[in-house]
């Protein structure tokens, strides 16, 4: 038989030997059919299919609802094989996914690569597992089943979005650690797409635009971030996105990032009459970069 490849990120696509198949498949049944894949065992009770899929029908309808689209997915997936051979198979109470039909799903082939971001420290990251998370990342082509909005669809929808957003940072920190800094901006870019929040990528952007002779640009990130921050969390940034911001002001060199190993322990900053006067200083060359952004601001782009 045939491998059938599903693709639920982004729009909803069924392959069979390089030719979609999906065709005009209902979007419950295409909710349905995700629904069975995603389960942990792949199996869902048809009671609970019925009240997260069509949580407004009554018990009749939506039992109605379930046979019209096990058959829409049959039609579509294996309409000349046999029954027991049916990509989703009812099991008394239970839908089941055929576990003797070939099949492929890119959230399955996704997260399999993507629990490299998740299991690996950034300082033990090889090229090949920068390899396998480039891949992953490849596979994410947007939002999990993006015309679903039902609650079930939403937690799921979540949970992949917070990997990817894992995923993009240990690739961006991994690139950068290995002296990578053009592909490291447009890991941190591409997350930033998804989540403008992300503190941490608006740091790594500003040290690696600093890095690569654009301080112009650096100072535009921390501004950026502050209005995003602003804006979306009613928060300013956190100290260390401030303190990078005045050492790039004042043209010192950021803290480097270290490329094998653990990065070294905090500076000792002494007494508490020295660390006074650190804040004292952190606190000048703040203003000192609220001059420079002001007068970034008011110069031609």
Known sequence: MLELR?????????????????????????ELL???????????RRELAAEVVWPDAGPEASRKAIRQALWQIHQVTDPDGQDSQRL????????????????????????????????????DLTDADLVTMDQASALYRGPLLTSCYEEWCLAERAQLEDLHITLLDKLSSGCERRGRPEAAIQWAQKLLEIEPA????????????YLTDDRTRALRQYRRCQQVLADELGVCPQARTEALAVEIGTGKPPSPVIVSG????????GPPAALDSFRAELAALRASVDAISRQLRNSPA
Do not use: C
């Open 88 to 123: 989703v198979l009812t099991d008394g109470d239970l839908l089941r996914v055929n576990p003797d039909r070939p099949l492929w799903t890119d959230v399955d082939a996704f997260t399999e690569r993507a629990r490299t971001a998740q299991l690996t420290r950034t300082e």
């Open 198 to 209: 992300h503190e941490r990528s608006h740091r790594r952007l500003m040290r690696l635009y």
């Open 262 to 269: 653990h990065s070294p322990p905090p500076a000792d900053l």
């Open 34 to 44: 995700a629904l069975v894949l995603l389960a942990p065992q792949r199996n869902v």
């Open 6 to 30: 599903v693709h639920l990120f982004g729009p909803f696509q069924i392959v069979s030997a390089d030719r979609e198949v999906a065709g005009s498949i209902l979007r419950k049944a295409q």
